[in-house]
């Protein structure tokens, strides 16, 4: 507290006069601060450097908060309690990181935080569809799919790590989790069952993001939607966890693998899923806005949330309820096709089928729901 005050006092003074007493008196503040600290620290013979940076941050908050910028201060105050909240347990954490984990949080930081911010955020085509920065972005989602996948096997074993990394890869981006699982499956061909498993649930959980979105937007949409989607999910669902629960009975390697991610396969894949996003969206262009189920089908290849947005957000007259749910349904359908497409250029001939016989299941499921229920 008292920190945080001369902070917000010297950046006070600061303001009045000049801006160098704000640095002068962090500068101060930090030689005496670090100089009781060491001496302290050489008495009592419990050398740690968390006392004084936490010093010195109070220092830095206070002063932010003066300057102007009170609810920047306030959220890094809070982070900032957190973390020296969460100190023993990070640090039992971090003890059990081998330089290969380690050099993999540091890569996936170095990705999301540094380089993502440089890469252009802007098409850099002709017709204005590749953007460097969505490639990007879902090469990181790639590779952060695939580590909290190996984080979760490693501290809650192979089942629940798996259901976890299922879980997040749906939220993020099913597409990703796809090509990640795959590409597991192909590495250790005696897991290809639990890693189409994960590849179901991860789509089972895609359908549960479309109704939320659409339900957000549009209410009536979304119970159109329901039964179809609903279907499908439970579908899936339960055909991967039988799948992951089968897997890990029988004879197999243990779902840990050597480096957390592949960079240069994440960045391929995401390439690849910009190249069928460029396509669909010139054929979609060309093909008028009257042709709603092909700009739905087409659009589904690369990415189902856009279209299902669009659909959701549009009010009647402009499109009528029963046509909306038929263009989501239908990008859900190639989006899933494709799906099952990327499975056997990422995992192998053995797994493109396995995930097209569930995927298979899922759309007949839909389809029968959708006869009785939405025609």
Same mark, same amino acid.
């Given at each position: 507290?008292?920190?945080?005050?001369?902070?917000?006092?010297?950046?006070? #003074?600061?303001? *009045?006069?000049?801006?160098? &007493?704000?640095?002068?008196?962090?500068?101060?503040?930090?030689?005496?601060?670090?100089?009781?600290?060491?001496?302290? @620290? *050489?008495?009592?013979?419990?050398?740690?450097?968390?006392?004084?940076?936490?010093?010195?941050?109070?220092?830095?908050?206070?002063?932010?908060?003066?300057?102007?910028?009170? !609810?920047?201060?306030?959220?890094? @105050?809070?982070?900032?309690?957190?973390?020296?909240?969460?100190?023993?347990?990070?640090?039992?954490?971090?003890?059990?990181?081998? +330089?290969?984990?380690?050099?993999?949080?540091? #890569?996936?930081?170095?990705?999301?935080?540094?380089?993502?911010?440089?890469?252009?955020?802007?098409?850099?085509?002709?017709?204005?569809?590749?953007?460097?920065?969505?490639? +990007?972005?879902?090469? #990181?989602?790639?590779?952060?799919?695939?580590?909290?996948?190996?984080?979760?096997? *490693?501290?809650?074993?192979?089942?629940?790590?798996?259901?976890?990394?299922?879980?997040?890869?749906?939220?993020?981006?099913?597409?990703?989790?796809?090509?990640?699982?795959?590409?597991?499956?192909?590495?250790?061909?005696?897991?290809?069952? &639990?890693?189409?498993?994960?590849?179901?649930?991860?789509?089972?959980?895609?359908?549960? *993001?479309?109704?939320?979105?659409?339900?957000?937007?549009?209410?009536?949409?979304? @119970?159109?939607?329901?039964?179809?989607?609903?279907?499908?999910?439970?579908?899936?669902?339960?055909?991967?966890?039988?799948?992951?629960?089968?897997?890990?009975? %029988?004879?197999?390697?243990?779902?840990?693998?050597?480096?957390?991610?592949?960079?240069?396969?994440?960045?391929?894949?995401?390439?690849?899923?910009?190249?069928?996003?460029?396509?669909?969206?010139?054929?979609?262009?060309?093909? !008028?806005?009257?042709?709603?189920?092909? &700009?739905?089908?087409?659009?589904?290849?690369?990415?189902?949330?856009?279209?299902?947005?669009?659909?959701?957000?549009?009010?009647?007259?402009?499109?009528?309820?029963?046509?909306?749910?038929?263009?989501?349904?239908?990008? @859900?359908?190639? %989006?899933?096709?494709?799906?099952?497409?990327?499975?056997?250029?990422?995992?192998?001939?053995?797994?493109?089928?396995?995930?097209?016989?569930? %995927?298979?299941?899922?759309?007949?499921?839909?389809?029968?729901?959708?006869?009785?229920?939405?025609?």
């Amino acid at each position: 507290a008292i920190s945080g005050l001369l902070g917000g006092i010297a950046a006070l #003074i600061g303001l *009045r006069t000049t801006p160098l &007493v704000i640095g002068f008196a962090f500068l101060g503040f930090a030689g005496v601060s670090l100089m009781f600290h060491w001496l302290e @620290a *050489r008495e009592e013979k419990n050398f740690s450097a968390t006392g004084a940076i936490a010093g010195l941050m109070a220092f830095l908050l206070g002063a932010l908060s003066v300057i102007g910028e009170p !609810g920047l201060a306030a959220a890094a @105050a809070t982070a900032t309690v957190v973390l020296l909240a969460l100190k023993s347990t990070l640090h039992g954490f971090l003890k059990k990181l081998d +330089w290969i984990e380690l050099r993999a949080v540091l #890569i996936l930081l170095t990705m999301s935080f540094l380089l993502l911010p440089l890469v252009p955020d802007h098409t850099i085509d002709p017709w204005e569809t590749l953007n460097p920065a969505r490639i +990007w972005e879902l090469a #990181i989602f790639v590779c952060a799919i695939s580590f909290i996948g190996y984080i979760g096997i *490693r501290i809650f074993g192979e089942r629940r790590g798996i259901l976890i990394a299922a879980l997040a890869g749906g939220l993020v981006s099913s597409t990703a989790a796809t090509l990640n699982f795959a590409r597991l499956g192909k590495i250790h061909s005696s897991d290809r069952t &639990v890693m189409t498993g994960a590849i179901a649930l991860a789509s089972a959980v895609m359908c549960a *993001r479309i109704l939320v979105i659409v339900g957000i937007f549009n209410f009536a949409l979304a @119970a159109v939607l329901l039964p179809m989607m609903l279907a499908a999910m439970i579908v899936q669902a339960v055909i991967g966890l039988l799948l992951v629960s089968n897997g890990l009975k %029988n004879p197999h390697d243990d779902v840990i693998w050597k480096n957390p991610f592949d960079v240069g396969s994440a960045l391929r894949f995401s390439i690849l899923i910009a190249i069928i996003l460029m396509i669909s969206t010139l054929v979609a262009r060309h093909s !008028g806005s009257e042709a709603l189920m092909s &700009v739905s089908a087409l659009a589904g290849l690369a990415d189902v949330d856009a279209i299902t947005l669009s659909l959701a957000r549009m009010q009647e007259p402009l499109v009528d309820v029963s046509v909306a749910s038929d263009g989501i349904l239908i990008a @859900a359908l190639t %989006n899933t096709v494709m799906k099952a497409g990327l499975a056997a250029i990422a995992g192998g001939t053995e797994t493109g089928w396995r995930v097209s016989a569930v %995927n298979l299941a899922a759309v007949l499921t839909a389809g029968v729901t959708y006869l009785l229920f939405g025609a």
